[in-house]
């Protein structure tokens, strides 16, 4: 770390620890493409793409050219209560590339809490009903009903857990003795917590990301969605973290063939920029009308770059640029950490990569002390990377990482686990970061 990024990182004290989510000294100036510099110059692989917001990397031309043509001359400053080329131009994308029904709506928000928050509230409304199916560990937002709904803040204490929400356990296959069997007793509690009548949606992740990116057995999502169908029961499938072109697709339900009523998408779309979106029956997201208000939704910015992200996915096809990507960086770090007895598994399709540390592959005792010191130590190597679950490291590069990147990711990914789990990184100076 230089000291100008450690003077800047000090300084860092006067924002409020509410908002605060550390691992390591993380202080940054600028960024290009996979790179992040701190103050002083020096250059970090971003592993994390900032937790997959920057899925287009740092700096991408078409997002800052966006930027600067909305920003120069704004259409206003909102969309509540003003229409916009671009506010119905993003909506129009985001339905064409989004499968369903005809007869759909668009919400803009700001980030992927309020998108999942809205999409609750009005799913609950349509129904008349109020309890939510949720999963344990399960990550949809840092406030509101979303944050209720949130397995991980339930497990943090951060929220309390009531009546109203139900979570059942996310189907992990490298836990499971039979995994195809924690997806026949899930489905099964599925169709009892509905037998009441008063339950208003259900709401996944298609990867669980925060909860330990654990990818569910082939087959969940779709029967998942099918059963909900039919017991008349809403699912809300939440994108935010894992989707638009990440996992090699271009949406995560896609590579299971499920159809979930409505999809929430965040972080990528805006490129570092706050926008999200839920997508969904206009049945359900037209009404009430004026319930879900924030001034700045939907503005000529946000929506610029947003339309300027989609039209960059699906041209330049980073969905199977991540596929790619995806398939060097899991084969390689297989190949370079197959001696470690303490990764226990990559898993992870695309981009969308887990790296469970374990204290031996025989037990699978999750070991959260190490992962703490791993991406410690690759913060000191030079590489930005964040651990989910506790135990799970979470490698999210952005979709645009060149081949000779990910075998840097992979040198810098090795060296770091083998740093950690040889004692070669200082305990008690990663202590003073609680992480999750
Ligand atoms: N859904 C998922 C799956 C997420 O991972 C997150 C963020 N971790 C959110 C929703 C909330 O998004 P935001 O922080 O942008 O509100």
Redesign the pocket.
């Known amino acids: 770390m230089t000291s100008s990024a450690a003077e800047l990182y000090a300084r860092d004290r006067v924002v409020a620890g509410v908002e605060k989510l550390r691992f390591f000294p993380l202080a940054v100036e600028s960024g290009h493409g996979c790179w992040l510099t701190e103050p002083g110059g020096r250059r970090l692989l971003d592993l994390s793409a900032t937790?997959t917001a920057a899925g287009l990397g740092h700096g991408h031309p078409a997002v800052v050219d966006a930027a600067h043509r909305a920003i120069s001359r704004p259409a206003g400053a909102g969309g509540l209560s003003a229409v916009h080329p671009d506010s119905v131009g993003l909506a129009e994308d985001l339905l064409a590339l989004t499968p369903g029904d005809p007869d759909r709506r668009v919400y803009l928000g700001h980030?992927?809490?309020d998108a999942?928050d809205v999409a609750l509230r009005c799913a609950r409304f349509a129904t008349g009903k109020r309890r939510v199916i949720a999963f344990e560990h399960s990550?949809?937002?840092?406030l509101g009903v979303a944050m209720g709904v949130s397995g991980v803040h339930i497990d943090a204490g951060s929220v309390a857990s009531t009546p109203d929400t139900v979570f059942l356990p996310y189907p992990n296959p490298y836990r499971a003795a039979d995994p195809q069997r924690e997806v026949a007793a899930v489905l099964q509690a599925v169709e009892r917590e509905c037998s009441q009548d008063d339950v208003a949606c259900l709401i996944v992740?298609p990867i669980l990301?925060?909860g330990g990116l654990v990818v569910p057995p082939p087959g969940f999502l779709a029967e998942l969605t099918q059963l909900c169908r039919r017991l008349d029961v809403l699912t809300i499938c939440?994108e935010?973290?894992v989707g638009l072109g990440r996992p090699g697709t271009l949406h995560a339900f896609e590579r299971d063939g499920a159809t979930p009523d409505l999809v929430t998408f965040?972080?990528a779309l805006g490129a570092g920029l706050p926008i999200?979106a839920a997508v969904g029956p206009a049945a359900v997201l037209d009404q009430p009308v004026a319930s879900a208000l924030l001034t700045t939704a939907g503005n000529p910015v946000c929506t610029a770059v947003a339309r300027a992200v989609l039209d960059v996915l699906v041209k330049e096809g980073l969905a199977q640029r991540a596929a790619e990507a995806g398939r060097r960086l899991r084969s390689g770090l297989a190949e370079a950490t197959a001696g470690l007895e303490c990764v226990g598994d990559i898993r992870g399709p695309g981009l969308v990569i887990g790296v469970e540390l374990v204290q031996d592959r025989q037990s699978k005792t999750p070991a959260p002390d190490l992962a703490a010191q791993v991406v410690y130590r690759l913060w000191e190597l030079g590489a930005v990377c964040y651990y989910v679950g506790g135990n799970v490291l979470e490698v999210t590069p952005p979709l645009v990482i060149a081949d000779d990147e990910v075998d840097v990711a992979v040198e810098l990914l090795t060296r770091a686990i083998d740093d950690a789990q040889s004692g070669r990184v200082d305990a008690e100076a990663v202590k003073e970061f609680a992480g999750w």
């Not at 990550?139 to 840092?142: L, V």
């Open positions: 937790w980030a992927g809490t999942n990550y949809h937002g840092g992740e990301s925060d939440d935010v973290k965040g972080k999200s």
